[in-house]
Every structure is written in structure tokens, then in C-alpha cells.
């Protein structure tokens, strides 16, 4: 880094890099640096000086980094990153315990425990504001990196350098197999609350699952591959929790979520109501095998410093779900 200062690297050089990594246009970069093209070039020309390397090359109508241009724009990115929140933490320094905090979580703990977390910290910490980006672990694990979001309750994601991430093990996450209650399978004359529907009756429905390759879907292929059955045939495939919900409340399908979800929203029909009337609702289906995917934890960006606001809310967090504060 001394030898690249030295030669002049400066901030302008960084955002253009990280720019160029974005907007894969060398026009693009321009607009989003608020600078005209011929400036951008200048630019350009100027951080290839310093490092030595061609940054791009050109690639239909856009560009396409370098392996030293992606070198160059993914460290540029963090400082960047890092830059806004000194930012962020004097502001909050100079006006008391104020800002706002990012918070990024799979479906499962964002229901047990980040909206508690949440709850909490509205008493305890009225002056901070705090988002919610609920997702997939490979879409969180990028979004942690990039500095969008403060700290996660997710997976490493997939092909990812665990080096990169701080994590501290939280456990793992049950799943349960729900549909609605209007659902064939609870009003079978045989059916028992009490005993498990066996899953070779469950596949000839349709199910609902996220997409190949995802870490729930893959979690109950193989759970039912251990237990002799085959996946599901007739599977749609989404990311969109409100579909599941929207899919499950209004045909026979069926859909494996995370047993805490799984609570918050069943509603038990009343006693001696309807059972047609109460097609919307969702209930939990017992099954003869377990499901349960891999453990999942806090993750940090590695090295990184938050806030005095991200670093109270992520005590208030750590204090609810029973386990130690990082040290960040």
C-alpha cells in the first residue's frame, strides 16, 4: 500500500476502481462518480501507471477487469467501505448514540431472533435505526463483504474464503414441513395428530422449495435420500417467502421452512370450527424424518470495526440469543 501511495495512488483512483468493478462500463463509472468520461479516462490511464497493469480490456460494449484491476477494485472497495463508516461512527460520536444499523439474516433467525433483538433495542436504543435484509446466505455473505450490511446470522457462503468472515457458531436451524389446513392429508379418516404422516404420501403433492443448489432444498433432498425416498417431483421453485406462504394457504402443495417461521405463523383452527373454513391458515405437518440444516452463526467482515451503534445492537442481539459479544 506504501509503495502504491507513493506512486500517487489516491481516493479518486479507488472509486474509480470500484466504478469500473460496479458499472462494467468505463461511461457508467463516469456517470456514478459524478465526472465526464474524459475525466474517467484520465483516471484510468493514471491507476495503471501506478500499478503497473492494464486495469481492463474491453469487452463488446463494456469492460472487463484485469486480474489486477479486480485486485485493485476489490480492496477499493472495502476501504471505501471503510471510509463511510469512520464517517458513520464520528457522526454518531458527535450527536450521542444515534445512526443506523444493518442488519442481515436468514428467514429462520430473523423471526427468533433478530425481530426480538429489535424490540429491545427500540427501549433501549430509541435513537438508532435499524434495517433488516433477510436472504439467502449467498446473497448475505456479498452484502457483509461489501459493507451494506453490519453483521449477519447466516452460512459461509457457497466458494467463499472463510478467511474473509468473522463467525461465531450459533447452532443449528429444525425445519418443518407445513400446509394448509384444508390439506387432504389432515382430513384423511385415518390421520392422527399425534402420529407422523409417512413422506411417501407427502411426495405425490407438490412441494415448495428454493431453487437447486440452495442449502434448504439441498438439506431435504438428502435427508430424504438418507431415509430411502426420493426428491420431490413436481417442486416450485422460488426465494420469495410471501409466495411459499401465498402457494402453501391456497393449494395442496407442501413446503419444508424453518420450524421457528413455521410457529409464528400457524394458527390452530378453534375447536369444532370449520376446518374448510380456514384454508389460509398454515400447520405443521409431522413427518417420519428429521430435517435439519447446518449450523449457522454472527458473522463479521474479518478486520472490521463497527459503529458504537452497530456494536450495541449487536450486544443487544448476542445478549438475547445467550451467547458472548464478539470483540470487534
Given amino acids: ?10 481516493i479518486s483512483h479507488l472509486r474509480l476502481a470500484d466504478a469500473l468493478a460496479r458499472e462494467a462500463q468505463l461511461s457508467g463509472a463516469a456517470i456514478s462518480m459524478g465526472i465526464a468520461q474524459p475525466a474517467a479516462s484520465r483516471l484510468a490511464s493514471e491507476a495503471e501507471r501506478i500499478i503497473g497493469a492494464p486495469l481492463y480490456t474491453r469487452a463488446g460494449r463494456g469492460i472487463e477487469l484485469t486480474s489486477e484491476g479486480l485486485a485493485l477494485a476489490r480492496r477499493a472497495t472495502r476501504i471505501l467501505r471503510e471510509i463511510q463508516d469512520a464517517g458513520r461512527e464520528i457522526s454518531e460520536i458527535k450527536s450521542g448514540l444515534t445512526g443506523t444499523v444493518s442488519i442481515g439474516s436468514v428467514t429462520g433467525p430473523a423471526i427468533e431472533h433478530v425481530l426480538p433483538a429489535i424490540r429491545q433495542a427500540r427501549i433501549s436504543l430509541p435513537n438508532v435505526q435499524i434495517e433488516i435484509e433477510v436472504g439467502t446466505s449467498d446473497t448475505l455473505g456479498p452484502m457483509l463483504l461489501d459493507g451494506h450490511i453490519d453483521f449477519s446470522l447466516a452460512r459461509l457462503p457457497s466458494g467463499a474464503d472463510p478467511a474473509s468472515f468473522g463467525m461465531t457458531n450459533v447452532g443449528k436451524e429444525p425445519l418443518s414441513l407445513v400446509a394448509r389446513h384444508a390439506h387432504p392429508v389432515f382430513h384423511r379418516p385415518e390421520y392422527d395428530p399425534n402420529t407422523a ?27 430424504l435420500a438418507r431415509a430411502g425416498y426420493p426428491a420431490p417431483e413436481r417442486v416450485l421453485s422460488t426465494s420469495s417467502f410471501l409466495l411459499v406462504l401465498a402457494t402453501i394457504s391456497q393449494t395442496n402443495a407442501v413446503a419444508p421452512i424453518a420450524t421457528s417461521v413455521a410457529q409464528a405463523f400457524t394458527t390452530q383452527a378453534r375447536d369444532g370450527a370449520d376446518q374448510s373454513d380456514a384454508s389460509g391458515l398454515i400447520q405443521v405437518i409431522k413427518t417420519d424424518i428429521d430435517l435439519e440444516v447446518e449450523d449457522y452463526g454472527l458473522m463479521t467482515r474479518a478486520g472490521s470495526v463497527l459503529t458504537p451503534a452497530a456494536q450495541s445492537v449487536l450486544r443487544v442481539l448476542c445478549d438475547g440469543m445467550g451467547i458472548s459479544t464478539p470483540r470487534l
Fill in 1 to 10: 500500500m506504501e509503495k502504491l501511495l507513493a506512486k500517487g495512488l489516491k
Fill in 197 to 223: 404422516v409417512a413422506m411417501a404420501d407427502l411426495l405425490d403433492y407438490d412441494w415448495v422449495m428454493p431453487s437447486a443448489g440452495a442449502i434448504l432444498r439441498n438439506t431435504v433432498t438428502q435427508a
